[in-house]
C-alpha cells in the first residue's frame, strides 16, 4: 500500500494539458524554432503552433478525448501545413491511428528529455485545404509571438 506521501507526490507530477503545451513550448524555444501557445486561427485557438523547414504545424493537445482533438486539428489544416493531435499521457489506439489517418492529421507523443519536444507514431500528410492567408496570418504571429 502507498504512502499518502507516495500518493501526493505521484498526484502533483500528474500534467494538465495546459502542462503539456507549455513543456513542448519551452523545448521548441530553446530550439530557436518560432511557436506560439494558444494562437488564433480562424476564430479558434489552436494548443500549439509552430514554424519549422519552411511549414506551419499545428499540435492540438488531449489527455483523454482523442476523437475531440482529430475534430479539432482537422480544423486546423485550413490555415497549416501538417496538423497533429498529440495524446499526452495515452499511446495511441488502433482506432485512433486509422481515424487519424482518415481525418489527414497525424498523431505525436511527447518525448521525455531535452531537444526535439516529438515522436512521431503517424506523420500528417500536407493540408489540401489550406488557405494562404490564414497561413500567412498564422506564421506572423509566430514570428512576433
Known sequence: ???WTEISRSRSRRRTE???VRAALIALRRLGIPS???AALLGRSVDLA???RNAVC???FKK???RRALQQARDH???ADFAYVCLAERTPSEACIGAAR???VGVLRLRKGNGWPFDVVVKAPRSAEMWRVARDRLIKQLRTG
Open 1 to 3: 500500500m502507498k504512502s
Open 64 to 66: 483523454h478525448d482523442w
Open 102 to 104: 482518415d481525418a489527414g
Open 36 to 38: 506560439a501557445w494558444e
Open 77 to 79: 489544416l485550413l490555415g
Open 18 to 20: 495546459q502542462g503539456y
Open 50 to 52: 509552430f514554424f519549422h
Open 58 to 60: 499545428t499540435v492540438e
